[in-house]
């Protein structure tokens, strides 16, 4: 099997605070995995991509100061959003790459609200 | 960014009806994905199709590709109440597995 957790689901949020969502390959090593955003109704798309021991490589147009990523083991990335605002109320996803193949397994996403 | 453009945006259908998507890029790829997501959930990788094929199956599903016209296409068929999700395509330009996802079709299966 292939199975990414995300934790947490959803979480709901005061405006300036910072919320942690954390990105787990549960029965695989992940050396890349990769975040994403999705708006409602939406496509996803790619803000950075996260490499375990090194930093991650964020898409353009995406704040590396905003959503830090840290990949600190080979199942385990955060995405760290900073200060957070409304505007950063997104469904914010993962995926892990398995062992060199093309294919990406994807977490079941975190809902963030920021009131 | 998103390179995908997915027609119909919204698809709903009889069960037991076929249902197709097409989804069409722009640049060369190395591999184009379709993936399912239940709304409100994570996506499932439903086929990859490399850019020297051109149709692939798995069980009720059929993916073509036409890498001339920069188009693939995804057939569901018999569809079941349980097909209702969206569906999306994503494309790998340069083998260093980044996907640009289209913008996705939603389709109702109508029991």
């Known amino acids: 099997g292939a199975v990414v957790s995300q934790h947490p689901s959803r979480v709901i949020c005061k405006s300036g605070t910072s919320v942690k969502i954390e990105c787990r390959s549960l029965?695989?090593?992940?050396?890349?995995m990769f975040w994403y955003r999705q708006f409602p109704k939406k496509s996803l798309m790619l803000m950075a991509t996260?490499?375990?021991?090194?930093?991650?490589?964020?898409e353009q147009g995406v704040e590396k100061d905003k959503f830090l990523i840290n990949h600190a083991s080979l199942t385990l990335s955060t995405l760290t959003v900073t200060s957070a605002h409304p505007e950063d109320s997104s469904f914010y996803i993962c995926?892990?790459?398995?062992?060199?193949?093309?294919?990406?397994?994807f977490g079941p996403g975190t809902r963030l609200t920021v009131l | 960014s998103q390179q995908g453009e997915e027609d119909p945006q919204a698809l709903s259908i009889q069960e037991g009806e076929n249902a197709t998507m097409n989804c069409s890029y722009k640049?060369?790829?190395?591999?184009l994905q379709w993936y399912r997501q239940n709304s409100g959930r994570g996506l499932v990788h439903l086929i990859l199709?490399?850019?020297?094929?051109r149709e692939k199956h798995s069980g009720r599903l059929r993916v073509t590709l036409d890498t001339s016209k920069k188009s693939s296409s995804l057939l569901i068929t018999a569809s079941r109440a349980a097909d209702t999700a969206s569906y999306f395509c994503?494309?790998?330009?340069?083998?260093?597995?980044?996907?640009?996802f289209g913008a996705g079709t939603t389709v109702t299966v109508r029991a």
């Open positions: 199709i490399r850019s020297n094929e």
């Open positions: 994503a494309t790998d330009e340069s083998n260093d597995y980044k996907l640009s």
């Open positions: 996260s490499n375990e021991g090194s930093k991650a490589t964020y």
């Open positions: 640049t060369s790829i190395n591999n």
């Open positions: 995926s892990a790459i398995k062992g060199g193949l093309d294919t990406q397994y």
């Open positions: 029965d695989f090593q992940a050396t890349t």
